[in-house]
């Protein structure tokens, strides 16, 4: 498969993942606006090493805080060939902080950790609640502050999407959600123009 049909694949398989877990099961209830209006970035990173990836990040952050929120809100920098090991992956989010102080970005840019492997501190792999974290490629999102804190401010208990989501996850349960990953990976790998 040549770059451009890999990324058309792996853009078709986020927004999917978007548009049926994310914004479908509610998860991020600011995350439907911000897609309607096509003002969240993709980016397809082929970086197969830590150090391009941090360029990319670097090049990404800079192309996000120039643009007007109107044209880019937030930006998705997809990761598929790097970073598939979840503890590098958790690594790797201490070097973007560094390059958040460095580029003098804290309070302007931050980033929101997403992987196919996401666990969070305290659960067993299998713990369904891993799953609002979890994305079918290793992803930074990167987020104006300025929004996010817009967003919260919008909610009454922004606190509570948080339970919200937990509930939902095991209600829906953690074989159903697997279920869920593997048909979205299927059905953009067979949409026309997305040929393995």
């Not at 397809?44 to 800079?62: C, H, I, M, Q, Y």
């Not at 953690?174 to 869920?180: P, T």
Request: aromatic fraction near 8%; include cysteine; charge should be negative.
């Amino acid at each position: 498969m040549d770059e451009k049909a890999f990324e058309t694949k792996v853009i078709a398989v986020t927004t999917a993942w978007i548009e049926n877990v994310v914004i479908g099961l509610n998860l991020c209830p600011f995350a439907k606006a911000i897609h309607v209006k096509q003002q969240l970035r993709y980016s397809v990173s082929f970086a197969n090493n830590g150090e391009a990836l941090l360029e990319e990040f670097k090049r990404e952050l800079k192309k996000l805080v120039a643009a007007r929120p109107d044209h880019i809100e937030s930006t998705l920098l997809i990761h598929p060939n790097v970073l598939d090991d979840f503890q590098d992956y958790l690594h790797f989010l201490l070097l973007c902080d560094a390059t958040l102080e460095e580029l003098e970005l804290e309070g302007i840019v931050q980033v929101a950790s997403f992987h196919p492997n996401y666990q969070f501190a305290g659960t067993a792999p299998d713990d369904v609640t891993n799953y609002s974290n979890r994305s079918p490629f290793p992803t930074l999102h990167l987020l104006r502050e300025s929004s996010v804190t817009r967003a919260v401010e919008s909610l009454p208990d922004a606190a509570a999407i948080y339970e919200s989501n937990i509930a939902t996850l095991k209600r829906i349960g953690e074989s159903r959600m697997k279920a869920i990953t593997a048909a979205l990976l299927d059905r953009a790998a067979t949409k026309p123009g997305n040929d393995a």
